[in-house]
């Protein structure tokens, strides 16, 4: 009797086993499918987002991917409100990935999450050219390193698949750093020289400052003397998945490269090469609107700038030389980058790739603040009156997206992605498409918070501009019509668009 008692609790016990492993799994199962295979689920409560309908719309500047953190430093850094739990852990992801300080590659036998840095770097993680997902800084003077951007450099002509042209013993951009063993490609400063003053209406003097590069320690030969040098720093990275669901027809039906309906304003695609599909593609990514996607963006940036290869960028193949590949970023005349320690596998990993990727996608956008103001609302009109909304775009209604949450989005940009003549004040080197003067619209959503984020208030692409006022005062070209609107306002008109444009 007592043995049958035994083998029925046994037996019961293991029921009760089979039933809490049978629910284990499943709850594994589940959460498996939301982080692996569903990860772009577009919200995690639709009925959570009514707190929206009590907001002015003009504030919703990413439309429902509008985040209301603007207090803090983290401002540009927040993922995009009641998002799914999937794109949320690959969010967190990819944060980790885009924060972590790199090294260099390991040894065969040993592995980490983060090795593979360099040979030649620019910088050893992403924040450091775009801290806390904002604007890099650019050197104060020529003492100091060039820590959040780079010199780029190219020659007259052409290379692979339209691309522009390499100096001779060196890449595209100049690699300031380098791991023990290896030399930095050359010792690169920037000295601030004063290009322009003037005098706005009512008597305020200005002054424009460019940038004079200082190249020395070439450690692989002289650069040719028609070298274009070119400093660019990080841009800030939020709202990006929603520029990317900017439709190709919307864009091509605001260019109009031959200028003819007659206003002056001339934009134009850039044509690049889609290195994942193969081909041509329209770019919209990078100052010169040189990447066309957000994938192959960051594989480009991950491989140039930090020296990791990745399934985008497992090898380098060098423009002067048809027959040189290596796994690093290594040109064939550097023997000492091409000896240097190598990683036996991808040093971004395709899933870090994707994980990046995804987090570039769903940083949300800062909402537009003082829409109710007047002074703001009054430089509003003062900035439509003056053309700038010819090319800095304000109501667009996105289109598809893998990511199903960045459809069909009434957003507030202020950017056409298109190139533009910005004159020969600007000029710097060609890219693809792009000439020397020619230049993405900057998207202007979250400008009135760099200061607060970053620390500063350097724009344009190489940060000669120290307030939004000077880079207006840069634009030339297609835009030199509404600099000269804005040099005759009287400064309570300019101030009252300052104050405009510092809202968003």
Same mark, same amino acid.
């Given at each position: 009797m007592?043995?049958?008692v035994k083998?029925h609790?046994?037996s019961?016990t293991? /029921?009760?086993?089979?039933?809490?492993?049978?629910?284990?799994t499943g709850?594994?199962a589940?959460?498996?499918? /939301?982080?692996?295979?569903?990860?772009?689920?577009?919200?995690?409560?639709?009925?959570?987002?009514?707190?929206?309908d009590?907001?002015?719309?003009k504030?919703?500047?990413?439309g429902?991917?509008t985040?209301?953190?603007?207090s803090?430093?983290?401002?540009?850094?927040?993922?995009?409100p009641n998002?799914g739990w999937g794109?949320s852990?690959?969010?967190?992801r990819?944060?980790?990935?885009?924060?972590?300080?790199?090294?260099?590659a390991l040894?065969?036998?040993?592995s980490s999450?983060?090795d593979?840095?360099g040979?030649?770097?620019?910088a050893?993680?992403c924040?450091?050219?775009?801290?806390?997902?904002?604007?890099?800084?650019?050197?104060?003077n020529?003492?100091e390193?060039?820590?959040?951007?780079?010199?780029?450099v190219s020659i007259?002509?052409t290379?692979?698949h339209g691309?522009?042209?390499?100096?001779?013993?060196?890449?595209?951009?100049l690699?300031d750093?380098?791991v023990?063993?290896?030399?930095?490609?050359?010792?690169?400063r920037v000295?601030?020289v004063?290009a322009e003053?003037?005098?706005?209406?009512?008597?305020?003097?200005?002054?424009?400052?460019?940038?004079?590069f200082?190249? /020395?320690d070439?450690?692989?030969?002289?650069l040719p003397?028609?070298?274009?040098y070119?400093?660019r720093?990080?841009?800030q990275?939020?709202?990006?998945?929603?520029l990317e669901a900017?439709t190709?027809d919307?864009?091509?039906?605001w260019?109009d490269?031959?200028?003819?309906?007659g206003?002056?304003i001339s934009?134009?695609?850039n044509?690049v090469?889609d290195r994942?599909?193969?081909?041509k593609?329209i770019?919209?990514?990078?100052w010169?609107?040189?990447?066309?996607?957000?994938?192959?963006?960051?594989?480009?940036?991950?491989?140039f700038d930090?020296?990791l290869?990745n399934?985008?960028?497992?090898?380098r193949?060098?423009?002067?030389a048809?027959d040189?590949k290596a796994?690093?970023?290594?040109?064939p005349?550097q023997l000492?980058?091409?000896?240097?320690?190598q990683?036996d596998?991808?040093?971004?990993?395709p899933a870090q790739?994707?994980d990046?990727?995804?987090y570039?996608?769903?940083?949300?956008?800062?909402?537009?603040?003082?829409?109710d103001d007047?002074?703001?609302?009054?430089?509003?009109?003062l900035?439509a009156e003056?053309?700038?909304?010819?090319?800095h /775009?304000?109501?667009i209604t996105t289109?598809e997206s893998?990511?199903?949450?960045?459809?069909n989005?009434?957003?507030?940009?202020?950017?056409?992605?298109?190139l533009?003549?910005m004159g020969e004040?600007?000029a710097g080197?060609?890219d693809?498409d792009?000439?020397?003067?020619?230049?993405?619209?900057?998207?202007?959503?979250?400008?009135?918070r760099i200061?607060m984020?970053n620390?500063?208030?350097?724009?344009?692409?190489?940060?000669?501009?120290?307030n939004?006022?000077e880079?207006?005062?840069?634009?030339g070209?297609?835009?030199?019509?509404?600099?000269?609107?804005?040099?005759?306002?009287?400064?309570?008109?300019r101030?009252?668009?300052?104050?405009?444009?510092?809202?968003l």
């Open positions: 007592s043995h049958d083998t609790s046994s019961l293991l /029921k009760i086993g089979l039933v809490v492993l049978a629910l284990a709850a594994l589940v959460q498996a499918y /939301k982080t692996v295979w569903a990860p772009y689920s577009a919200y995690k409560d639709p009925s959570l987002m009514g707190y929206l009590n907001e002015n719309p504030s919703l500047s990413g429902d991917n985040h209301f953190h603007a803090s430093g983290e401002t540009f850094a927040q993922e995009i998002m794109l852990a690959a969010f967190d990819g944060d980790g990935f885009f924060e972590r300080p790199l090294q260099p040894p065969a036998g040993y999450n983060n593979g840095l040979p030649h770097f620019s050893n993680f924040e450091a050219c775009h801290a806390a997902d904002g604007r890099g800084a650019p050197p104060k020529e003492y390193p060039i820590m959040e951007g780079f010199v780029r007259p002509g290379g692979p691309a522009s042209l390499s100096p001779p013993g060196y890449g595209h951009q690699s750093k380098a023990e063993g290896v030399k930095p490609e050359a010792h690169v000295k601030w004063e003053t003037g005098v706005l209406a009512g008597g305020e003097e200005y002054s424009l400052r460019k940038p004079e200082i190249i /020395k070439l450690a692989y030969g002289p003397e028609d070298t274009m070119e400093m720093l990080g841009p990275v939020f709202g990006l998945g929603l900017i190709e919307d864009m091509l039906a260019s490269p031959n200028d003819a309906d206003d002056g934009g134009r695609v044509t090469w994942e599909r193969g081909g593609a770019g919209r990514f990078g010169k609107a040189n990447s066309f996607d957000l994938r192959q963006q960051s594989a480009e940036a991950a491989y930090m020296g290869n399934p985008l960028f497992f090898y193949y060098d423009d002067q048809n040189h796994r690093q970023n290594c040109e005349e000492d980058c091409l000896q240097a320690q990683s596998d991808f040093e971004m990993t790739l994707v990046v990727t995804a570039m996608q769903t940083l949300g956008v800062v909402y537009r603040r003082d829409v007047p002074v703001a609302l009054h430089g509003e009109a900035f003056a053309g700038c909304i010819a090319c /775009k304000t109501n289109g893998e990511i199903s949450r960045l459809e989005q009434l957003i507030h940009p202020y950017t056409d992605l298109l533009h003549d004040g600007l080197r060609p693809f792009a000439s020397r003067t020619e230049w993405r619209t900057q998207p202007l959503w979250g400008i009135g200061e984020v620390g500063h208030t350097n724009f344009l692409h190489d940060g000669r501009a120290r939004i006022q880079a207006i005062l840069w634009h070209g297609e835009a030199e019509k509404a600099k000269g609107y804005y040099k005759d306002l009287p400064q309570v008109e101030d009252a668009m300052l104050r405009f444009i510092n809202s």
